[in-house]
């Protein structure tokens, strides 16, 4: 025994300049742990899965997968993409038309070295794991969009990684095999004892399937956490409109459970939160937690209370958001039965209101760009 911690893990400190676009992050997966990457279009999550397979080579830096390098600019090491121990899985399946579903498992322990027998024996296993052992003579042409979606999943498992890459996994399917499929890919991923990078657009799948969070934007790290805690105290307003909350920055002045910010984009809110804060800080606040009222509440439980004019209003599942403009400005969620009640219409003058117990202040992250205080609120 050294005593020394063992790296089996994956470690990411990369730069991929491609064009005009930079990726530039530093972060590590633990074995076992499901990292959900999340980020807006062009952020550079298929660039960090490429540059993680050894399809798109890294300007500088290096990835370490338990211990060995799979890429060190500096050190002058890349191994090539069918040399790296990768299992890839990606949203249109990208399986051999031409082959078996037998066959397209079977590729990978062939190009390992594997012989004809044993590869179509590992892809025999695998397919019987995934419940497609019926379909094993079938061309991918001849499979549903789950089935097609397991056979991906039994060909980059076959290969036994030690990473898994997924990007949009689960994003062709129709919404009833997505469910399924989902409940099935989470099983081997917990069964799946290397890091996994998990690339999603879906919030819900994204806190379902995973252990922890990655947020990319701009090919910048902006968050990382459990979902629990990014779900709870977004870091910027792509993240906050992802998980459904309004997003103010401000300066937090006041003691503990009674924390007034005044906010960037004018107006004030009062929290009572218990823990101190001051300084610069995000306020999160549920559209659920906001009442709109037509005339000026004299409630005085309320500490919130502000005036706005409806701007628009969209209809959920079981209730209606209101998008409203004012200092700050809110989305509301109310039921269908008040949108009647109040009357409300695109232009209706209302006055909101929030209890103080409903306000979430907490520090400005600091590994957030500075560059996006201005604009981190949902609502200016
Ligand atoms: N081959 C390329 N050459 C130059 N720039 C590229 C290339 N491929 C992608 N880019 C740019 O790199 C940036 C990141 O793209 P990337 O596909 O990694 O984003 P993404 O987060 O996966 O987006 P999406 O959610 O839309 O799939 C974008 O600005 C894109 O235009």
Partial sequence: MTGLPQVTGLEVDAVVRRGGFHLDVRFAVAPGEVLGVLGPNGAGKSTLLRALAGLTELSEGRLTLGGAALDDVAAGVFVSPERRPVGLLFQNYRLFPHL?????????????????????????????????????????????????????????????????????????????????VRAELRRHLTDFGGPTLFVTHDPLEAMVMCSRL??????????????????????????????????????????????????????????????????????????????????????SSYRNVWRGVVEGMELLTDRVRVSVAGHPDALVDITAAAVAE??????????????????DVYPYPDHTRQDVGSSVGVNR
């Fill in 214 to 299: 990655l947020v990319l934007e701009e090919g910048r790290i902006v968050q990382q956490g459990s979902p629990g805690e990014v779900a709870r105290r977004p870091a910027t307003r792509y993240v906050a409109k992802l998980v459904g909350l309004n997003l103010y920055a401000g300066a937090a002045s006041g003691g503990s459970g009674a924390v007034t910010v005044s906010l960037d984009g004018g107006g004030t809110l009062v929290s009572a939160s218990e823990t101190p804060v001051a300084g610069r800080v995000l306020v999160a606040l549920a559209p659920t937690a906001i009442a709109l009222h037509i005339t000026e509440p004299r409630d």
């Fill in 100 to 180: 078996s579903v037998r066959d397209n498992v079977a590729f990978g322990p062939r190009r390992q070295g594997a012989g004809r027998a044993a590869a179509r024996g590992t892809a025999a296993e695998w397919l019987t794991r995934l419940g497609l052992a019926e379909l094993a003579e079938r061309k991918p042409a001849q499979l549903s969009g789950g089935q097609a979606q397991r056979a991906a999943l039994a060909r980059a498992l076959a290969t036994e990684p030690s990473l898994l890459l997924l990007d949009e996994p689960l994003a062709a399917l129709d919404a009833e095999t997505r469910w399924s």
């Fill in 342 to 359: 109040l009357s409300l219409a695109e232009g209706t003058s209302v006055w909101l209101t929030a209890k103080a117990t409903e306000l």
